[in-house]
T-cell receptor, first 111, second 117 residues
Framework: KQEVTQIPAALSVPEGENLVLNCSFT??????LQWFRQDPGKGLTSLLL?????REQTSGRLNASLDKSSGRSTLYIAASQPGDSATYLC??????????FGPGTRLSVLP | NAGVTQTPKFRVLKTGQSMTLLCAQD?????MYWYRQDPGMGLRLIHY???????AKGEVPDGYNVSRLKKQNFLLGLESAAPSQTSVYFC????????????????FGAGSRLTVL
């Protein structure tokens, strides 16, 4: 069974810190990997999508890397802000259509 | 630009009742999905569609039916609701194409919270 795990489950950091969220997947034959943000009671917002042929993607203060051979992806958030507080989910696609989601990391950035 | 719209946002049902959740997208996306999100379980795929008139089963399809008669709409039906179907349901859509064009990026609706008593 294709599974996606995320570590840590929760993280609390002071404002301004750089932080890393981790995502692992059991089957490395992925098509792409996507990182999402979910605010409480809201839907998911796509942050970054990495194709299987890519090593990383960047958007503003966010940088996502992909290592297919080890089955891992990391989301790096630079200079964290209280507005970054949310749950971050990664999702892996194996056929370009369906995504398998991880359980998420709940991030709190303290002012 | 509405994106993905789900109706209703909240619903309470009694065991055995039926209902339909509606998902509408105005982005001309080919792919549409229904997920459920439960505490400790993450998001799980119920059914999906790769185009008008097509549907396929996901990870947890039992107790649900879907239809996609129009490209912009994807309906999720519960024929006989059970307490185990209490959840938050999310619809999502994406389009086919090249990575550089932004294809495969999932766009989600705001969710529909269903409680079955």
């Amino acid at each position: 069974k294709q599974e996606v795990t995320q570590i840590p489950a929760a993280l609390s950091v002071p404002e301004g810190e750089n932080l890393v969220l981790n995502c692992s997947f059991t089957d490395s034959a992925i098509y792409n990997l996507q990182w999402f943000r979910q605010d409480p009671g809201k839907g998911l917002t796509s942050l970054l999508l990495i194709q299987s042929s890519q090593r990383e993607q960047t958007s503003g203060r966010l940088n996502a890397s992909l290592d297919k051979s080890s089955g891992r992806s990391t989301l790096y958030i630079a200079a964290s802000q209280p507005g970054d507080s949310a749950t971050y989910l990664c999702a892996v696609s194996y056929y370009g259509q369906n995504f398998v989601f991880g359980p998420g990391t709940r991030l709190s950035v303290l002012p | 630009n509405a994106g993905v719209t789900q109706t209703p946002k909240f619903r309470v049902l009694k065991t055995g009742q039926s209902m339909t959740l509606l998902c509408a997208q105005d982005m001309n996306h080919e792919y549409m999905y229904w997920y459920r999100q439960d505490p400790g379980m993450g998001l799980r795929l119920i059914h999906y569609s790769v185009g008008e008139g097509t549907t396929a089963k996901g990870e947890v399809p039992d107790g649900y039916n879907v239809s996609r008669l129009k490209k912009q709409n994807f309906l999720l039906g519960l024929e006989s609701a059970a307490p185990s179907q209490t959840s938050v349901y999310f619809c999502a859509s994406s389009r086919i194409g090249t990575a550089s064009s932004g294809a495969n990026v999932l766009t989600f609706g705001a969710g529909s919270r269903l409680t079955v008593l």
